[in-house]
Each structure stands twice: as structure tokens, then as C-alpha cells.
């Protein structure tokens, strides 16, 4: 299979094109709904027959996969058999007047995909989508259906103008029209409150690559926390906020919820009890026009953070490959971020930036080797082969042999040094002389982004930044964080020695 990439751009529409656009929207939802119950009945019965249930009892091998395949056979549970029914469908009702084989098809596989990723295990199970869920349809090929002709595209009798990037800036958009086209992607997104279309070419090639995104070609290591990332290559070090941009507006949302709340009460005054809580039973729900216009700015809200966090996504994994292609890293729970850091993993996403990252590092020739934390404990361990179990409050590492660093730039340094999940403590001990000044550069600039604003207390600097004792017999005192304490405690002390002092790196 050939490289693919993917190129998007906005499409002049027309009232006459969105409401033709938006009737066979709706049909392709109706067909996946579809799809989606005869799917999940065919896998009920297969996982009820007798089949499916004594492959089960037989141990991992050829038979046991040819059982499976046959009980899968049985009931149709496959792509190419769900195609069939889709085509059924659309044959025998209105369906088939809005959209093409090649749609319909694509439409099945969404369907079964989803299905299928439920069957193994990966995923839950999936929902059905209702009336303006259903955003995007794609073709199959550029020879029928969905294609692109002439610098248009054309969908059975609608002919759609893109808006082109007459500057473009960079040639990202001359580079991408000037690849095979492979199929289209056609999808709809509100913006502002106003419909907006877009076609996605999916492309033949690799993505261009901009002249300010340079490609290093050794080795890096990745420490990603919940707000912070700290990164160190051969020649540089960062330790900054993961997706400081990044920032969810929950004051706003709540007052439009309360808001929403308090209209929907006021025009649906049948529905809720003495109490104040909702009947049980049917009901119907009135809906006023302020009620729509605050659901729409929290929608936009929620635009507004995706596309800010794709962004950030973005620029972060650029600046990560800018210090080395081959990237190591440890192989992280997001499950348990979840659990334990809800809102800050929610908003940032760590999971879909490593992700991202994989994707990106595999198109320029690196990979991302994803480390086992029970064998390396990059956090407890040092260069010296101590282990010591530090709490997640303590956030410098500091060794009776000399050694004293940040952690999280600490065990980006040791995740460089493994391989195959396994630390390599000869090769940490002899780059250590030449990383640590890497470090000590990244802690200063750390330092001077923190006189100018707030920084997360997992950067450790409001607290002494080494644990071991003074060595020259000065007095430590905590270092007061002056832009979150309370005015009373950002007074001096009258009382304190001038002498007084923080040990610095």
C-alpha cells in the first residue's frame, strides 16, 4: 500500500448545494443505523451458536482461527456480506436515490468497523447516531461517486468549487493538488453558527514538509505528564506545559447550562415534578430560541478547544522531532490519568498527542518506542543503579552520588538510554557529563517563563530544588510561589536573615 497524506479545503457551496448535501447527510445516517443493528444481530447470533461457542474452548492455534472463520461465515458477520445487505437496503426503499454504490459501500464499512472493534474487545458498544451526528461521507475511489474533476468536485449532478489558499504561503496546497487523488472525503462543521463544507483529498505521497519544521535524525526522550512534557535530544533540552494553550472555559459553560436549565424549566413546566425532578414516562420537550443560540455557543466553545488543541498537538510534535526522530518514551496508563487526573487528561488529550506523534515520526523514516515501566522504573532508578520510590510530590532527583536533576527531564534523559525495555545504565553514566548542562539550560528558561506568569507545581519550583543537605551550611527556606499564595503570605519576613538563601542546580 502506497503512502497516503491528507489535504483539506474549504468548498463554496450554494443553498441549493447544502440542501441537497444535507437530505443525502441524512440518508447515508438512516443506512449506517441500519447497518449498525443488522451488524450487531448477526454478532449476537454468532456468539450464541454452537460454533463460535467450542472454538472458544480450544487452545490458540490454526484450528482455533479456522473455527472462528467459519462460525463468522455462518452468520454473514463480514464486510462483504454486510455491503449486500446495505445494497438490499437502498434497492428497496428511498435510499437509493441519493446516494451512489461506492457511498453505500463505505457506509457498510463504517458500520461494520465500529462493530468489529466492539467484537475484539477494543472499544464499547456502539451507538446509534441521531438526526445531525452523522458529519461526514467519503468515497471509495476518484473514477465514480464522490471524485475530483477539474478542480471540483462533482457528486452525482452537484458541481462544488473549493476556495483555494491564493497565497500559500509555504506551497503546502501547490504540493497537494499537484499528487494523485485517491478518493474524497466530503464533511460539515458548524463554525460561528453558520454551516460550513469541506472536502478532504486523500492523497498519493507524503505530506510537504515546511522549511521551519526541520527533521532531526538521532535519538530523543519523551516524559509526558498530565500538564507538562519534558523532552531532551542531543543538543537540546525542553521542559515546558503540555498544551498551555490549551484552556476549557468552564465558568462559561456552566453559566449557559444554568441558563439552559432554568429555560427549559420555564417552557416545559409539565414535565418536572413537585419536587422538581423530571416524570417519569414520556414527555415531549419545548425548545426556545435562546435555549438553541446558548447550545450553539457551547458547541462553538467545544470547536474553539479541539481546534486549538489539534494545534498544539501539532507544534509539539514538530518541536519533538526537531530533536530526534527516533523517540523513546514510557508506555503510559491513560486510563489511570483519567482516574486520577480527569479534568487536566481531558482537556489535553495525552493519548491522541502520542498517537499523533507515532503517525508523524512513522512518515519521516523514525518510530516512537513506547517503554515498560515495571522493568525500567525511570522515575525511582539513577545512573548509578540506586532505586530509590519517590512520591509524586517530590519532583527533583537527587542521589547521594552527585547526581541532582528535574525529575521529568530526569527520566526523559534515562528513557533515551533504554533499549528493548531495558535501561542501559553504561551508556546513561557516560552521557550524563554531557546532558546535564542541557538540563541545567532548560531549568533557566523554565525559570525565566516563571517571573513572567503561573507555571504547574510539577516544574518543583516552589520548593527547594535539590533534597540532599547543604553543603555550605546556609540556611533553605521554601521558595513562595508569589502569583497563587494570598497576599498575607507573599509578605516578607521582618524577622529573616538577609544571609537567608535558595540553593540553586
Known amino acids: 500500500m502506497s503512502d497516503t497524506f491528507i489535504h483539506e479545503i474549504p468548498l463554496k457551496t450554494t443553498p441549493h448545494d447544502e440542501a441537497v448535501l444535507d437530505v443525502r447527510l441524512d440518508a447515508a445516517r438512516q443506512l449506517y443505523n441500519a447497518c449498525l443493528r443488522e451488524s450487531l444481530r448477526r454478532l449476537d447470533l454468532m456468539r450464541e451458536s454452537k460454533t463460535y461457542q467450542s472454538a472458544r474452548e480450544l487452545p490458540k492455534g490454526k484450528a482455533r482461527n479456522a473455527a472462528f472463520k467459519t462460525a463468522r461465515g455462518f452468520h454473514g458477520f463480514q464486510e462483504y456480506g454486510l455491503h449486500a445487505f446495505a445494497a438490499r437496503i437502498c434497492k428497496a426503499c428511498w435510499l437509493g436515490d441519493h446516494l451512489d454504490a461506492f457511498t453505500i459501500q463505505k457506509v457498510a464499512t463504517r458500520a461494520f468497523g465500529a462493530v468489529e472493534q466492539h467484537a475484539y474487545g477494543a472499544r464499547g458498544r456502539p451507538r446509534f447516531k441521531r438526526y445531525n451526528w452523522f458529519t461526514s461521507l467519503e468515497g471509495k475511489s476518484n473514477a465514480a461517486g464522490i471524485r475530483w474533476r477539474d478542480d471540483h468536485v462533482l457528486w452525482s449532478g452537484l458541481k462544488m468549487a473549493p476556495l483555494f489558499d491564493i497565497k500559500d504561503k509555504h506551497g503546502v496546497e501547490a504540493h497537494a493538488l499537484s499528487c494523485r487523488v485517491k478518493y474524497l472525503r466530503l464533511v460539515k462543521r458548524v463554525i460561528k453558527g453558520n454551516t460550513c463544507w469541506f472536502v478532504q483529498l486523500i492523497l498519493e505521497g507524503t505530506a510537504h514538509q515546511k522549511e521551519k519544521n526541520t527533521i532531526d535524525e538521532g535519538t530523543c526522550g519523551l516524559d509526558i505528564g498530565p500538564s507538562t512534557i519534558a523532552i531532551i535530544g542531543e543538543a537540546d533540552a525542553v521542559l515546558t506545559r ?191 557529563p554531557a546532558a546535564e548542562p542541557l538540563l541545567r539550560r532548560a531549568m533557566l528558561r523554565v525559570t525565566e517563563t516563571a517571573s513572567r506568569g503561573p507555571v504547574p507545581a510539577s516544574f518543583g519550583l516552589n520548593r527547594r530544588q535539590s533534597c540532599s543537605p547543604v553543603k555550605d551550611g546556609s540556611v533553605c527556606v521554601e521558595v513562595v510561589d508569589a502569583v497563587v499564595l494570598p497576599k498575607a503570605r507573599r509578605e516578607p519576613r521582618r524577622d529573616a536573615d538577609p544571609a537567608v538563601r535558595t540553593p540553586w542546580l
Open 242 to 432: 503540555f498544551c498551555d494553550e490549551v484552556i476549557h472555559p468552564w465558568q462559561e459553560i456552566k453559566r449557559e447550562q444554568r441558563a439552559q436549565d432554568r429555560s427549559r424549566r420555564a417552557t416545559n413546566p409539565d414535565n418536572y415534578g413537585d419536587d422538581g425532578t423530571v416524570k417519569k414516562g414520556s414527555r415531549k420537550w419545548h425548545r426556545s430560541n435562546r435555549y438553541k443560540k446558548r447550545q450553539s455557543r457551547i458547541a462553538e466553545c467545544q470547536r474553539k478547544l479541539v481546534a486549538t488543541r489539534k494545534k498544539q498537538h501539532g507544534e509539539l510534535c514538530n518541536k519533538v522531532m526537531s530533536l530526534g526522530k527516533i523517540i523513546k518514551t514510557e508506555k503510559l496508563s491513560y486510563r489511570s490519568f483519567q482516574k486520577n487526573f480527569g479534568r487536566s487528561v481531558g482537556v489535553r488529550a495525552p493519548g491522541m498527542f502520542v498517537n499523533l506523534l507515532t503517525r508523524k515520526a512513522a512518515n519521516a523514516g523514525g518510530s516512537v518506542e513506547q517503554i515498560n515501566t515495571r522493568t525500567t522504573k525511570l522515575s525511582q532508578i539513577c545512573i548509578c543503579g540506586t532505586i530509590e520510590k519517590k512520591p509524586l510530590k517530590q519532583r527533583h532527583h537527587a542521589c547521594a552520588c552527585g547526581v541532582e536533576a528535574q525529575r521529568d527531564l530526569f527520566s526523559a534523559f534515562l528513557a533515551k538510554h533504554c533499549n528493548n525495555h531495558t535501561l542501559d545504565i553504561h551508556q546513561a553514566k557516560a552521557a550524563w
